[in-house]
């Protein structure tokens, strides 16, 4: 493993680490997810304090101290500010469901295309601020994309049909649009309650694969 690193990253999450230092869960480029220390962050004179926010684009600096196998922040550049999705709080809720799933998510390293599927949903989600239907459509489309990346397409599809014995119409929509492994599945225009039904269905499937809970779905559904 090489001990300096410069690759994108995004900000999944941020926690304390002491007075005036943080630990940041970066989703990178080629590490997967990793968390990453960022000594001094805290500070006020700390001028990455700004950038370091989030859900977050990023430029990082890594060293890797493989005596002490951790990762520690030698600098950054900000590359896209999502000020957008923290200022709306459906994005948030959203945007941390994502990072909870992408966190308890068994991913291996030089993994490219995590970070990006997530980078696109982030950019939807900044795109379509405000409209819930839109942004249920881009997270159903995103999991869907995620799941099958994984190899998972099949169990989730059986646990989701399992759930809508009387609903041909999510029935239908989930044989034609989604059992053809498509890339980019259309979505129909569904009625919003369905969506909203569909896409917790697909999310309980998802738990069940996985053998998790996601604790951040349902902030984010009663917002």
Known sequence: MRRYVNEEALVLKIRPLAEKHASLLLLTQTQAHVWVNAFGLRS???RNRSACQPFNHLRVWLYHDLEK?????RDVELLHDA????SDLQSIYLASFVSELVQKTPLE??????????SQLLRAVSKWIGQRY???KRLLIFLWRYMGNLGFHHELLNTSLQS???HDQIKNFLREAFARDLADPELPNLEHSLMRAFLIVFCRGIEQVFG???KNLDPFILS
Request: proline share 3%.
């Open 69 to 73: 196998k951790q990762i520690s922040m």
């Open 109 to 118: 390293l030089e993994m490219l295309w995590p970070f990006e599927l997530v």
């Open 134 to 136: 839109e942004l249920e």
């Open 212 to 214: 998790f809970e996601l």
């Open 44 to 46: 006020e004179k700390s």
């Open 83 to 86: 000020m957008e999705i923290r």
């Open 164 to 166: 809508f014995t009387e």
